[in-house]
């Protein structure tokens, strides 16, 4: 397996590699791959299977070093905290990939711990990186890069759609095999954990592939598709021109971004326009998801998490359902279908009077029609959840007669019977309009001067129950008067009556909301020239500039500003909890 870490000697005596021959459980270590930063990736038999295996070890070389029983152990005691957060996002990451199954993810057959680190283990994949293919002089045409482009943007919608983003798309990340098809490796995410808690944005971010959302922890900057569409932005960016963008904390401040589009290169106006349009400095301006991209590159969905060119045979796959071709943007939770399939209801199925003839059947058909929907209804009702009113058992329910046929008519309720429910429901309601007037009247009152909570106006409420017919069925088996109760409970005003275990629970919950007045917090501004990365408390919140603003709840709070190896500027920021949202603050530095 060709990866991204490249075998450097002067790395390999400080990483020091495990031997060849080694042993650990059923695979055997034949030799090493590549070796980088922050990990290994060995050559190794797997003897269970009878297949050659990838191995990749967690190894910081700048965190730890490998003792002659080759346990891995710490550089220093101050280390252990980022190893550790390290390591578990190494882990973190296996576990993650393991989830997928698409021919261009990288696929973990397995992950543990061992010498005091951890490992996972991958096929072995033959083949060039991107980065290893343009060294040598291999350019690629158009029609080749628009098929690698379809296999990898695959790949991302199957991530995608599962809320995963990738966040480290780049040249030597993207594996070549021989048969063409593309790999996307490893996320890099216990580089860029090691890298956060550093404070190094230059081991967590390669400049040119990460776009502007990833210096910052800005919330009107969040990262999505969009981020990992920038990374291949790139790619194909230096695949065309053979630079990579300006980074993108650069731009921020002076965009110097020459559009490819009308430039002579050798490629489509089509190619070149999607490239810059990924590449867009503002989030909002360029595709949102993959289905986006793909469509300004021309390329067709076949099925979810998989394009093709379109003069490319369709591949060997079933076709999707109808109406399931279309890509929409991730986050659905419930499938589309199910959510617009109709109930199937009596309409749906021609009328019995049509039938009749053709079987020789009786026109009196369509009465026991009704009279079956009528039961099927009743059967219904008394089976729902008990979050639903039931109706009683001898009373003819509403919804069954209004799923008949257009035409036959709705019977009529019952002459002797009484539905309870319009007067009911004024008292409901006008006892719920009281208790949230009191709740709001007592959220308003000054926090020394209040009083117990109001808990008392929807007892009153109550009185419908009494005033209910005395010959009124019971809706279950229980005792006398169930069901009139059941039916109180189900009012919202009368919770706090029929069930004093979940309105105390509930008072309880609104104490403690209003006993917390909500504080808003506080917008500061930020002016730093030419730029700076903010810290708030330690804490790093990004680069200014594209950072602008900072929102902080009120408190007292230490700010500090650095830019290289000037001076840093550091101020004490007071945030008046009493002023509120109304306070004008801002920090103001220019670096020189």
């Not at 006008?430 to 007592?442: I, K, S, V």
């Amino acid at each position: 397996m060709t990866h991204s870490l490249h075998t450097n000697p002067a790395q390999m005596v400080a990483a020091q590699p495990l031997p060849a021959g080694h042993r650990m459980g059923e695979l055997e270590i034949t030799g090493v791959l590549g070796i980088g930063g922050f990990g290994i990736v060995y050559r190794a038999f797997d003897h269970a299977l009878q297949r050659v295996v990838a191995v990749k070890e967690y190894m910081p070389a700048m965190l730890a070093v490998r003792g002659s029983d080759l346990t891995v152990s710490l550089r220093g005691e101050r280390y252990s905290a980022t190893f550790q957060a390290g390591q578990a996002g190494f882990i973190n990451e296996a576990r993650l990939l393991a989830q997928f199954d698409h021919p261009c993810l990288i696929k973990v057959l397995r992950f543990w711990e061992e010498h005091g680190t951890a490992y996972m283990a991958t096929p072995f994949y033959e083949g060039q990186t991107l980065e290893q293919r343009l060294a040598g002089g291999r350019a690629l045409a158009e029609g080749e890069i628009l098929r690698l482009l379809a296999e990898l943007l695959g790949a991302l919608e199957t991530l995608h759609r599962a809320q995963c983003f990738h966040r480290d798309i780049a040249l030597d990340n993207i594996l070549i095999q021989p048969d063409g098809r593309p790999v996307l490796l490893d996320f890099g995410a216990a580089r860029k954990l090691i890298g956060d808690l550093m404070d190094d944005s230059t081991i967590m971010l390669k400049p040119g592939y990460a776009p502007i959302e990833q210096y910052t922890d800005d919330p009107s900057l969040r990262q999505g598709p969009w981020t990992d569409i920038y990374a291949l932005g790139a790619v194909i960016h230096v695949l065309v021109s053979g630079e990579l963008p300006p980074a993108a904390v650069v731009r921020s401040i002076q965009d110097n971004y020459l559009p490819l589009a009308g430039r002579a290169l050798g490629y489509g106006q089509a190619l070149l326009q999607a490239v810059d349009g990924a590449l867009q400095l503002s989030i909002k301006d360029r595709p949102q998801n993959v289905a986006a991209f793909a469509a300004l590159l021309g390329l067709q969905a076949v099925s979810p998490g998989q394009y093709r060119l379109p003069d490319s045979p369709l591949p060997a796959v079933p076709p999707p359902p109808p109406g399931g071709a279309e890509i929409q943007p991730p986050a659905p939770a419930t499938p589309p279908p199910m959510a617009q399939e109709p109930a199937p209801s009596a309409p749906a199925e021609p009328p019995p009077a049509e039938r009749a003839p053709r079987g020789g059947f009786s026109p009196r058909l369509p009465v026991l029609g009704v009279g079956l929907l009528a039961i099927g209804g009743i059967a219904f009702a008394l089976l729902r959840p008990d979050g639903e009113t039931q109706p009683e058992p001898n009373a003819q329910p509403q919804p069954a007669v209004a799923a008949a046929p257009a035409g036959e008519g709705e019977p009529a309720a019952e002459p002797h019977r009484r539905l309870p429910t319009r007067q009911d429901e004024v008292a409901e309601a006008g006892a719920a309009e009281e208790r949230e007037r009191a709740a709001e009247e007592w959220a308003r009152t000054p926090f020394a001067e209040r009083e117990a909570p109001p808990a008392e106006p929807p007892v009153a409420a109550t009185a419908p129950v009494e005033a209910s017919p005395a010959g009124t069925p019971p809706a279950r088996d229980g005792g006398p008067g169930e069901g009139a109760a059941d039916a109180v409970a189900q009012a919202p005003g009368l919770a706090v009556a029929d069930k004093p275990r979940e309105a105390a629970a509930a008072l309880k919950k609104e104490e403690k909301k209003v006993a917390k007045p909500k504080v808003s917090p506080v917008q500061v501004q930020l002016r730093i020239l030419p730029w700076g990365e903010v810290y708030v408390g330690g804490r790093r919140r990004g680069v200014s500039p594209p950072l602008k603003t900072l929102s902080l709840p009120p408190g007292v709070y230490r700010i500090e500003v650095r830019n290289g190896e000037l001076p840093p500027f550091r101020t004490r920021l007071v945030v008046d909890p009493e002023a509120g949202g109304k306070q004008d603050l801002v920090i103001s530095h220019r670096f020189e």
